[in-house]
């Protein structure tokens, strides 16, 4: 088992960047597939990253090319730089995890491990 803490969330202008952070404890020497999610208010959880063991990348159209997932591991951390910021991106960011070394879906029932997530506010 895995627990995850996000940190980095903000308030910026369109046009901003941001770098959200989650810092992995635990269990942290198991394959994972790792990704980042948005909520906002009212709709559905947003898979919008993952990264599988091998570093693949996937993104959601509505963040690629603006946003970049990655990670540390030596620090257990996973990131997201996201960048070119519209009022649309402003949610609660939240770092998952699923056992495996591969990703297989943007689905928020695939992942088993949550982080308490972070706000960030896009202003016009």
């Known amino acids: 088992q895995v627990q995850l803490v996000e940190s980095g969330g903000g308030s910026v202008q369109t046009g901003g960047s941001l770098t959200l952070s989650c810092v992995a404890s635990?269990?942290?020497?198991?394959?994972?597939?790792m990704a980042w999610f948005r909520q906002v208010p009212g709709k559905e959880r947003e898979g919008i990253a993952r990264?599988?063991?091998?570093?693949?990348?996937k993104y959601t159209d509505s963040v690629k090319d603006r946003f970049m997932i990655f990670k540390d591991n030596a620090k257990n951390s996973l990131y997201l730089r996201m960048e070119n910021l519209i009022p649309a991106d402003s949610a609660t960011y939240y770092c998952?995890?699923?056992?495996?070394?591969?990703?297989?879906?943007?689905?928020?029932?695939?992942?088993?491990?949550w982080g308490q997530g972070t706000q960030v506010t896009v202003s016009s």
């Open positions: 990264l599988d063991m091998q570093a693949s990348a």
């Open positions: 635990g269990s942290t020497n198991r394959p994972y597939c």
């Open positions: 998952a995890a699923t056992d495996g070394y591969y990703c297989y879906t943007f689905g928020a029932s695939g992942y088993h491990y």
